[in-house]
T-cell receptor, first 113, second 108 residues
Framework: NAGVTQTPKFRILKIGQSMTLQCTQDMNHNYMYWYRQDPGMGLKLIYYSVGAGITDKGEVPNGYNVSRSTTEDFPLRLELAAPSQTSVYFC????????????FGPGTRLLVL | KNEVEQSPQNLTAQEGEFITINCSYSVGISALHWLQQHPGGGIVSLFMLSSGKKKHGRLIATINIQEKHSSLHITASHPRDSAVYICAVRGSGDKLTFGTGTRLAVRP
């Protein structure tokens, strides 16, 4: 099993460009999460999903969108990239909810110039 | 004041030393997580606990709910333990609040 995979590993964007960060899991977990990690800061929740077709905002959702059409995939969309979105993005999953261990992907490093 | 405070921020130890990393939080919680972030960036969950103590190999995690404090201990430290250790708490809103991490370097 691959677990949680994220693509790309690293990307440079120009201000105003858009991109989609991909997250795929093969563990059949219902819950999926997107976090961002800024230097010297704790992980911040961007969006989460409790199952296919259901998504909700986290702590820092502005500038991002998500969709969850299947159990396996939870892409994160940046529509108009801004320098403030320079960060490392982690996707995570858990089997059935917040009370369970979260499994993290390897991360995507994004630089917006 | 951050909801989750970790200390120390940075820690250097010699191989074989006993290591303690602390986590204090300011809100009522239902569970506390300890995670390890490898030098390459990957994050793995080490422990989830809501009371008492858990042990896995050379790692021990304890929590004191009344004092709102948790510790992560590493016995017989090894250079491969070098990583960032992150504390996260799950409060009444269910979502996790993360600390900023403790960067540990174990020298051979």
């Amino acid at each position: 099993n691959a677990g949680v995979t994220q693509t790309p590993k690293f990307r440079i964007l120009k201000i105003g460009q858009s991109m989609t960060l991909q997250c795929t899991q093969d563990m059949n977990h219902n819950y999926m999460y997107w976090y961002r990690q800024d230097p010297g800061m704790g992980l911040k929740l961007i969006y989460y999903s409790v199952g296919a077709g259901i998504t909700d905002k986290g702590e820092v959702p502005n500038g991002y969108n998500v969709s969850r059409s299947t159990t396996e995939d939870f892409p994160l969309r940046l529509e108009l990239a801004a320098p403030s979105q320079t960060s490392v993005y982690f996707c995570a999953t858990s089997p059935g909810g917040w009370a369970e261990t979260q499994y993290f992907g390897p991360g995507t490093r994004l630089l917006v110039l | 004041k951050n909801e989750v405070e970790q200390s120390p921020q940075n820690l250097t130890a010699q191989e074989g030393e006993f290591i303690t990393i602390n986590c204090s939080y300011s809100v009522g919680i239902s569970a506390l997580h300890w995670l390890q972030q490898h030098p390459g960036g990957g994050i793995v969950s080490l422990f989830m606990l809501s009371s008492g103590k858990k042990k896995h190999g050379r790692l021990i995690a304890t929590i004191n709910i009344q004092e709102k404090h948790s510790s992560l201990h590493i016995t017989a430290s090894h250079p491969r333990d070098s990583a960032v250790y992150i504390c996260a708490v799950r409060g009444s809103g269910d979502k996790l609040t993360f600390g900023t991490g403790t960067r540990l370097a174990v020298r051979p």
